[in-house]
């Protein structure tokens, strides 16, 4: 399957910083991207879409200011986690779309967050 | 009531047992059917992609979509350790918002 990388995999950060988690498709264009966000032992709550080139779409109750995504290219997509507190202590999840494809969907590996 | 409805389990089978997961759903308009493995702190794993309805067959997976009962169901043959896991469905219509089931944890016991 095609390849979707998340960089860093896990940070630890202190409370009121910011902190920014990219998701590359590593071998095809993703017009398309989507944020997610997992509690344990619960399942992927989508926070927001990511279209390259345009604003970013929120789904209802994520803080745009709070959680500031940019999809400069084809093959990247930024989440900035802005002043960071504990209750934003979690695991993100970014998907990159295949267009080219059947439009499946892939997963970068996660990034799991502390902010202390 | 939730787009997509999934028993979170846990499901524990002994090795060697069929594991029978399963999805139903309430908006028809989805066309595009998955089902995605997710280990501890890993993102999701595609494992079958299915368009309308039918089966389609992977190794010892198999993937059945009935869309005139909005159900959809996941068949793992000669289950392995290795399975235990969590396993998503999800779904989407024409455009490319995917919507995911709460997922289902697995133990396989050896």
Known sequence: ?116 | QKEVEQDPGPLSVPEGAIVSLNCTYSNSAFQYFMWYRQYSRKGPELLMYTYSSGNKEDGRFTAQVDKSSKYISLFIRDSQPSDSATYLCAMRSRGFKTIFGAGTRLFVKA
């Not at chain 1, 997610?36 to 926070?47: G, T, V």
């Not at chain 1, 995504?69 to 998907?95: K, M, R």
Request: charged share 15%; glycine share 6%; proline share 3%.
């Open chain 1, 1 to 116: 399957g095609a390849v979707v990388s998340q960089h860093p995999s896990w940070v630890i950060c202190k409370s009121g910083t910011s902190v920014k988690i990219e998701c590359r498709s590593l071998d095809f264009q993703a017009t398309t991207m989507f944020w997610y966000r997992q509690f344990p032992k619960q399942s992927l709550m989508l926070m927001a879409t990511s279209n390259e080139g345009s604003k970013a779409t929120y789904e209802q109750g994520v803080e745009k200011d709070k959680f500031l995504i940019n999809h400069a290219s084809l093959t990247l997509s930024t989440l900035t986690v802005t002043s960071a507190h504990p209750e934003d202590s979690s695991f993100y999840i970014c998907s990159a779309v295949n267009v080219e494809g059947v439009g499946e969907a892939f997963f970068g590996q996660g990034t799991r967050l502390t902010v202390v």
